[in-house]
């Protein structure tokens, strides 16, 4: 949670900075949980399925891989600075199948650093996510845009 | 969930074609259930600290508005098709906010087709989701790749 001092404000990225966001392991119930609320495609909420789709097995959708990052990303850093939310992405690759039992984890690198010209309290920062699983295959890859306050700025975010 | 005869196969995706996928009211306690499993920001679970912050008022993770328009997209027409899962996204932009009480629309536009140059059975639509809120003030958009097999080898989907 953001304290009166956070860590991280738009000030402080650096450009090939490398933060290591942590590791999950992704179980068969929280994947079918998830889908069944929001993507209840055949291969991601019944085994039976998904054995005869192309994956051959269940594999978590896309969209709760990303939330699950996102969750690391939020407790390795994101909670203890002047987040200000995003504009949105500009490149996501979802590179290999993500199935029960896999563990991810993640790299996050600061790519791009941008003050803003209207607001000077605050700025865009380009990031990558790297996310590998536990056979250190790169599963998943993520360009996004995040708003940061500047630190003195920061008593409103 | 795809029968054996899904109505959408990868032949039948148009440049142009348009498919309107519903609308889904958002309320304040799924926005906050969501956020507090994949992403705790201040602005996304608390009343009083999202209303503090440059939101002025409760917003939806980003991640949750995807999932939720996802499910839209799923029962549309992505249940009756031959889709095998998503490559990935070239863009995607959270434009405006979406707070609790807002609905939400979603149109989903194609915008290219390519065939496999490797596996004949199957090709990758590229589509967008033009998603509103009840204001009809565009909300968020996302161009993104989804995966079809032709209908002739959809019985592996």
Wanted: glycine share 6%.
């Amino acid at each position: 949670m953001a304290s009166d001092r956070p860590r991280y404000a738009f000030e402080d990225f650096q450009v090939g900075h490398v933060i290591a966001c942590g590791s999950r392991t992704v179980r068969a119930d929280e994947i079918v949980a998830f889908a069944k609320q929001f993507d209840p495609q055949p291969f991601h909420v019944d085994e039976d399925a998904a054995a005869r789709s192309i994956y051959g097995s269940l594999i978590a959708s896309g969209w709760h891989t990303a939330a699950l990052v996102m969750r690391l990303v939020c407790d390795a850093y994101l909670l203890d600075s002047t987040s200000a939310g995003s504009p949105g992405i500009d490149e996501l690759r979802w590179l290999k199948p993500v199935r029960a039992g896999d563990t991810i984890r993640a790299d996050l690198v600061t790519i791009e650093v941008r003050p803003s010209k209207s607001k000077p309290d605050r700025g865009v920062v380009v990031s990558e996510w790297r996310v590998y699983n536990q056979r250190e295959e790169l599963v998943m890859t993520n360009r996004g845009m995040s708003l940061f306050l500047r630190r003195d700025a920061s008593t409103v975010a």
